[in-house]
């Protein structure tokens, strides 16, 4: 079956980095477009960044434009976040997901309908 796995979450200082994966088995990872969300404690769960089936477009919300990055590497079937510039605001459940049919843009900001999702990784910044 499909899974998901998101690893890397920690806690970090306000202004530290982290890099997060997510590391996908059980289908076809290059045929997906690939994304991250984040819920905080107390608030729905929000898109972060998408990233196209291969690699060459990506797009990001505009709370996290400039300081986070997505990549994947097709090989490994991974997708990354790496996370600069940590500010309190970013703390919470990192969750990546996948979709077959769903273009890397604005429409990854809906949450719901995504074909797969991981189950989390903390992330805690500390100010």
């Known amino acids: 079956q499909v899974q998901l796995v998101e690893s890397g979450g920690g806690l970090v200082q306000a202004g530290g980095s982290l890099r997060l994966s997510c590391a996908a088995s059980?289908?076809?990872?290059?045929?997906?477009?690939m994304g991250w969300f984040r819920q905080a404690p107390g608030k729905e769960r929000e898109f972060v960044a998408a990233i196209s089936r291969s690699g060459e477009g990506t797009y990001y919300a505009d709370s996290v434009k400039g300081r986070f990055t997505i990549s994947r590497d097709n090989a490994k079937n991974t997708v990354y976040l790496q996370m600069n510039s940590l500010k309190p605001d970013d703390t919470a459940v990192y969750y990546c997901?996948?979709?077959?049919?769903?273009?890397?843009?604005?429409?990854?900001?809906?949450?719901?309908?995504?074909?797969?999702w991981g189950k989390g990784t903390l992330v805690t910044v500390s100010s």
């Open positions: 059980g289908l076809t990872f290059s045929s997906y477009r």
């Open positions: 997901a996948a979709d077959r049919t769903r273009p890397a843009s604005s429409q990854w900001s809906r949450r719901d309908g995504l074909d797969y």
